[in-house]
């Protein structure tokens, strides 16, 4: 099993690229950073959600600090987690996923979540009660632009006429969607847009252990050759839990740093480095 940290990219934390190189440099597989745009600073916002912690509304952009931290590595897997696709428009996000993945050498792990905030999704022209159809048409559309030479796309969400893009990915495909979620419909979302599932740690673990069973049997059902791989996000950093991931077949799990300054992040990772030793391959 691969183990990876996530980080809040906040404007007062740790600067990505050295966060990266502290990530590569104890052994682990991944880095994934999450993003959002913006926080609304209304009440309706602030009732439906509660007071937030500083590092949502201060986050760098989510392809700038990937850049950095790509950069600053040799061979350290970048993911987003997640990018928030139905705020983003998919002709630019191709072009940012493709030059990140080609410059990279094919480093990127593309997590994508529809969101959760129903004022910061609408900001973005989006109605919140149709964010996830929205990001299954985005995506696709993405992989088009991505696999296609002249790319076009006619949906109810996305639709564009035949287009050139480059830089194409450094896999022809495109770097591995990781579908994020655990609803009882997404299932259904891996097998139709994504490449992996990427659910949040929480659910417990036999739960966990039936439904990736299930997916990975739809997945064959389906014409899959190979089992869908799972990514735990947010798993707790103990060696008990971890191992009870790995024995149901989880491929990765992502631990939280925290958003905080170099010291303590630093101290964090240290902390949880000798993990690397017994469950990353």
């Known amino acids: 099993m691969k183990l990876g940290i996530a980080m809040f990219p906040a404007d007062f934390a740790v600067r990505p690229d050295e966060l990266a190189r502290a990530v590569e ?27 937030l912690p500083a590092h949502f509304s201060r986050t760098h952009d989510l392809f700038v600090a990937l850049t950095y931290a790509a950069a600053a590595t040799r061979s350290l897997r970048v993911g987003a987690g997640i990018c928030l696709v139905p705020q983003r428009d998919p002709i630019v996000t191709a072009k940012a996923v493709a030059s990140l993945d080609a410059l990279s050498g094919g480093r990127v792990l593309f997590g ?64 591995p969607v990781l579908v994020g979620g655990s609803g009882p419909l997404v299932a259904s979302r891996v097998l ?7 659910p949040h740690a929480g659910m417990p673990v036999a739960e966990l252990a039936e439904r990736v069973a299930k997916l990975r049997a739809a997945g064959r059902a389906a014409g899959r050759a190979d089992d869908v791989p799972v990514t735990v996000f947010g798993a707790e950093p103990e060696p008990a839990h971890l191992a009870e991931l790995r024995d149901i077949g989880v491929n990765r799990a992502v631990l939280y740093a925290p958003p905080a300054d170099a010291e303590a992040v630093h101290r964090f990772l240290d902390q949880v480095a000798p993990l690397t030793a017994a469950f990353s391959n």
């Open 25 to 51: 440099d104890r052994g682990f597989e991944s880095l994934f950073l999450p993003e959002h745009t913006h926080m609304p600073a209304t009440e309706r916002t602030r009732a439906e959600v509660g007071e």
């Open 112 to 175: 994508v979540g529809a969101g959760w905030i129903s004022e910061e999704i609408a900001h973005h022209g989006t109605d919140p009660g149709r964010r996830w159809s929205v990001m299954a048409e985005r995506v696709k559309a993405m992989r088009r632009i991505w696999e296609d030479d002249v790319a076009e796309f006619h949906g109810e969400h996305v639709r564009f006429g035949p287009l050139w893009s480059w830089p194409k990915p450094h896999r022809p495909s495109g770097p």
């Open 192 to 198: 139709d847009f994504g490449d992996e599932w990427m």
